[in-house]
């Protein structure tokens, strides 16, 4: 049985059996592939139990005989929650006979209801659950950004990012006025869909700008972003970085890591960062409190200025010659 599970994470693929060993479930046999969103929930499943795990922005075509979909208010929004019903719906409707559906639904059964009728209520009615919005940097007119469910900030702009993106330019117009460094390689990590690196590229004349993230469709909305705006930039999903051909090779590093799990995931942002950048290169962070993430930030840049914005921390360090 050829069965597709959606939203899984490793954690959901295990069973308890005597005295709370944990072992994969036996549900799982060999034609289970398990859809992931975010390459990380990819390498996790894979690490952990030996089934297929694929990292896209939208559901793989099949032909499936099972469709799995497991959510909840804890695990994603509404909104990503019902876009990805509407493509299961979608998938379902193209195969001849359709796959069985089952929906795992963690939480009350009066939402789980409200979400399928969402979808039987109007069963033709295809919508479009990507928003576009404006930003912008002193010195520049107002960017359209495009993201969709799933990225960070879906909707709005980030007030992290916007602060980021506003000390970064300002810094970097100036120092290159007294600097013959052109064009300046920028490395956005966490890159969302774009925010922080495509404000910047389009404020800096001479920027040439990679974007990481391990959110695929992130990168999806990255890319389009780029393209809409003009901007020629390397989108790249992953996890863990950027390639080791890159190490060395920028001027700059932006990250607006994300703050849960404490700063694991900002030490993986700061660790690429200090791999990535030529000796000289500056490194800026953005946080809502520069006292958790400095001594952190310290471990790998031995200096830490912070510039304050919008109410956030930036923290600029500048990698030893
Ligand atoms: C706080 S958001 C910032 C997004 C965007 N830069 C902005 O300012 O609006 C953090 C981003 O980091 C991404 N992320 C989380 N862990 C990551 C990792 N290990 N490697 C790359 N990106 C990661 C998330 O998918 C998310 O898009």
Not at 27 to 34: A, H, I, K, P
Request: hydrophobic share 35%; glycine share 8%; net charge neutral.
């Amino acid at each position: 049985m050829a069965t597709l599970l959606v939203g899984y994470t490793a954690s959901d693929l295990f069973e308890r059996g005597k005295h709370g060993k944990k072992f994969t479930a036996s549900w799982l046999n060999e034609d289970v592939t398990c859809h992931c969103l975010d390459i990380y929930h990819r390498h996790a499943i894979e690490k952990t139990h030996h089934v297929k795990a694929i990292c896209t922005p939208h559901l793989p075509e099949g032909p499936w005989d099972v469709i799995r979909f497991k959510t909840g208010p804890k695990r994603m929004s509404g909104e990503l929650a019902l876009d990805q019903l509407q493509e299961i719906h979608l998938l379902m409707r193209q195969q001849k006979p359709a796959p069985k559906f089952e929906l795992v639904y963690d939480g009350k059964e009066r939402d789980r209801n409200d979400l399928l009728n969402k979808i039987k209520d109007d069963p033709d009615r295809v919508r479009d659950f990507s928003a576009t919005w404006k930003a912008s940097v002193p010195g520049i007119d107002p960017l359209t950004f495009t993201s969709f469910p799933g990225c960070f900030c879906h909707r709005r702009q980030d007030e992290g990012g916007l602060a980021l993106a506003e000390v970064v330019s300002k810094d970097l117009s100036s120092s290159i006025q007294h600097s013959s460094l052109n064009p300046r390689r920028l490395l956005d990590m966490g890159c969302g869909c774009g925010l922080v690196g495509l404000l910047i590229a389009r404020a800096v004349k001479g920027v040439s700008l990679v974007g990481v993230d391990s959110h695929s469709r992130a990168i999806e909305a990255a890319n389009l972003n780029a393209q809409a705006l003009g901007v020629e930039a390397e989108m790249i999903l992953s996890d863990n970085g950027t390639p080791a051909r890159m190490d060395g090779t920028f001027d700059v590093f932006v990250g607006n890591p994300p703050y849960y799990s404490d700063y694991r995931i900002a030490e993986v942002f700061l660790d690429t960062a200090k791999r990535a950048l030529k000796p000289g290169g500056v490194c800026y962070t953005v946080c809502k409190n520069a006292a958790g993430l400095e001594p952190v930030q310290r471990q790998y840049f031995p200096d830490v200025e912070i510039i304050k914005r919008r109410g956030y921390a930036v923290l600029k360090s500048v990698k030893p010659l």
